[in-house]
Nanobody, 115 residues
Framework: QVQLVESGGGLVQAGGSLRLSCAAS????????MGWYRQAPGKQRELVAT???????NYADSVKGRFTISRDNAKNTVYLQMNSLKPEDTAVYYC?????????WGQGTQVAVSS
């Protein structure tokens, strides 16, 4: 069993920055991909960024150049640095370890960007 605890969400003005953190505990030794997803009101959950144990990253086109995903293996933590935030980035952000289909999810953290 894996537990994920997210932190770092909040309210920020457009153009501002936030850093999300997701700390994992439990049996994560077999997990090789971690990521962040988001869900805005009335919309489906969508990919934001993923990172593998080898450090390979993937980003949604909408966040490329503005967001950076990283991980600290020693702390079992994955981060999402979000810069140049836009109102359309407003959503609940979810951490995922192990993939969408069979992986584990955090409880979600709200990010709100005001114009």
């Amino acid at each position: 069993q894996v537990q994920l605890v997210e932190s770092g969400g909040g309210l920020v003005q457009a153009g501002g920055s936030l850093r999300l953190s997701c700390a994992a505990s439990g049996s994560i030794f077999s997990i090789n991909v971690m990521g962040w997803y988001r869900q805005a009101p009335g919309k489906q959950r969508e990919l934001v960024a993923t990172i593998t144990t080898g450090g390979v990253t993937n980003y949604a086109d909408s966040v490329k150049g503005r967001f950076t995903i990283s991980r600290d293996n020693a702390k079992n933590t994955v981060y999402l640095q979000m810069n140049s935030l836009k109102p359309e980035d407003t959503a609940v952000y979810y951490c995922n370890f192990g993939g969408v289909r069979y992986g584990y999810w955090g409880q979600g953290t709200q990010v709100a960007v005001s114009s």
